[in-house]
């Protein structure tokens, strides 16, 4: 009987121990997640979650019932320690397993601050795990003071949820806008002007010097010269993919765990999934951090342990949750040199991308319509003209049937 080992216990586990039941596979299946709970997902955590709308159990992907009943050996709070490709066996617990396929969902981890500016100080967080936001909700106080460090979107929705919950909120970004690694200027534009108004203290070129506190953080020195006085702090410098198991087993990283257009790696019997993978494309070896290629990879990489024989086309979506503002992402703006604003002035507003004449991608603020049409103009590959898209009068999904 074939024995499947999933290492990593997230979105893109749960979807692919899933998917090999939902598809018949009858062999042992093993889950392991060094976190106490169930897989359960991330992006309400630092939102509905932290403001107090989401109870815990409405976190979890499946209910905690679903893995018994499908025959599936859940593991939680156990870390594995070491991979033996050449045995087939992992070590968790002091105890060996084998395995016929592996799976690495190992995800990714956030960028800390460095001790030597204050990164080890109480009081300084990061936003990935369940323990991360409840070791920081209770400093979530009306008129606390916060500083966030890190103007991309994990930063930008911390901000958001801080103000609602009427704490006194600082936002600090090195480079010279925020979401400058991600979106177009139109889009960091958009955002600046929907947090100041809602009173946060954004600083763009302004970057961190060091924290300072006795034990705990209490304060903090920024490149423009100024200081803060801070009741605690939360950093959102980016994620770097979790490879250590994998590249200590000698499997092959590159941006990632790199895997073929089928999910598997270097060894035929090592499979991986999700933030921690990465997939051959256009430019090389690319990662998406995102719920959708989480699911997507993970029932890929099942679907070919079942000899589907299928290769990964990546359709990319994001989203973000920002005070009543919900963006929609479709796509990759990677290479764009044009973008065209559809904004009928009642609300939804949306940010086409454009490379030459070729659609790329699409940001669509309170815009589900432009968001939908999008997505199917980019997976269809189809390319309306621009001033059509530009003009606001115009019907979109006519331009599905073009």
């Known amino acids: 009987m074939s024995k499947v080992v999933v290492i990593g216990a997230g979105q893109a586990a749960a979807s692919t121990v899933a998917r090999l039941r939902s598809k018949g596979f009858d062999g042992d299946i093993t889950l392991f997640g060094d976190e106490p709970q169930p897989p359960y997902q991330r992006p309400p955590l630092s939102k509905a979650y932290l403001l107090g709308d989401m109870a815990l159990e409405r976190l979890f992907l499946r209910p905690e019932?679903?893995?018994?009943?499908?025959?599936?050996?859940?593991?939680?709070?156990?870390?594995?320690?070491?991979?033996d490709p050449a045995a087939k066996t992992i070590t968790a617990a002091g105890e060996n397993?084998?395995?016929?396929?592996?799976?690495?969902?190992t995800g990714?981890?956030?960028?800390?601050?460095?001790?030597?500016?204050?990164?080890?100080?109480?009081?300084v967080f990061v936003v990935r795990t369940l323990a991360d936001v409840d070791d920081m909700a209770p400093h979530c106080k009306d008129g606390a003071r916060v500083l966030i460090v890190g103007g991309g979107y994990i930063g930008l929705e911390a901000a958001a949820v801080a103000s609602k919950l009427g704490l006194n909120v600082t936002l600090v970004e090195a480079a010279d806008r925020?979401?400058?690694?991600?979106?177009?200027?139109?889009?960091?534009?958009?955002?600046?002007?929907?947090?100041?108004?809602?009173?946060?203290?954004?600083?763009?070129?302004?970057?961190?010097?060091?924290?300072?506190?006795?034990?705990?953080?209490?304060?903090?020195?920024?490149?423009?010269?100024?200081?803060?006085?801070?009741?605690?702090v939360i950093v959102g410098v980016g994620i770097t993919p979790g490879i250590g198991l994998a590249?200590?087993?000698?499997?092959?990283?590159?941006?990632?765990?790199?895997?073929?257009?089928?999910?598997?790696?270097?060894?035929?019997s090592i499979w991986a999934a999700g933030d921690c993978a990465s997939y051959p494309g256009a430019g090389g070896q690319m990662r998406l951090e995102s719920v959708g290629n989480a699911v997507d990879m993970g029932e890929l990489v099942a679907d070919n342990i079942m000899d589907a024989g299928r290769e990964y086309v990546a359709?990319?979506?994001?989203?973000?949750?920002?005070?009543?503002?919900?963006?929609?992402?479709?796509?990759?703006?990677?290479?764009?040199?044009?973008?065209?604003?559809?904004?009928?002035?009642?609300?939804?507003?949306?940010?086409?991308?454009?490379?030459?004449?070729?659609?790329?991608?699409?940001?669509?603020?309170?815009?589900?319509?432009?968001?939908?049409?999008?997505?199917?103009?980019?997976e269809a590959g189809k390319s309306p003209a621009p001033d059509q898209i530009g003009d606001a009068s115009s019907d979109l999904k006519a331009l599905l049937k073009a």
């Not at 397993?97 to 969902?105: E, G, K, M, V």
């Not at 979401?179 to 600083?203: C, I």
């Not at 590249?247 to 035929?268: H, L, R």
């Open 108 to 123: 990714s981890e956030p960028r800390r601050l460095p001790a030597a500016i204050g990164g080890d100080l109480d009081g």
């Open 315 to 378: 359709k990319p979506w994001f989203w973000s949750d920002q005070y009543d503002v919900k963006l929609q992402i479709a796509g990759l703006n990677t290479g764009y040199d044009r973008v065209v604003v559809r904004d009928a002035g009642d609300g939804p507003r949306s940010h086409w991308y454009y490379a030459g004449d070729t659609l790329l991608a699409v940001d669509a603020m309170n815009d589900p319509r432009g968001y939908m049409v999008g997505k199917r103009l980019i």
């Open 65 to 83: 019932t679903f893995y018994g009943e499908n025959s599936i050996d859940l593991r939680t709070g156990v870390r594995v320690e070491a991979v």
């Open 97 to 105: 397993h084998s395995y016929d396929h592996l799976i690495f969902c």
């Open 247 to 268: 590249e200590a087993a000698g499997v092959a990283i590159d941006n990632g765990i790199k895997v073929n257009t089928y999910g598997q790696t270097s060894d035929p």
């Open 178 to 232: 925020i979401l400058q690694r991600v979106a177009a200027p139109e889009t960091s534009d958009f955002f600046r002007d929907l947090h100041t108004s809602h009173g946060v203290d954004l600083r763009e070129g302004c970057g961190l010097v060091k924290l300072t506190g006795d034990g705990a953080v209490s304060g903090a020195e920024l490149t423009d010269g100024t200081t803060l006085d801070v009741d605690f």
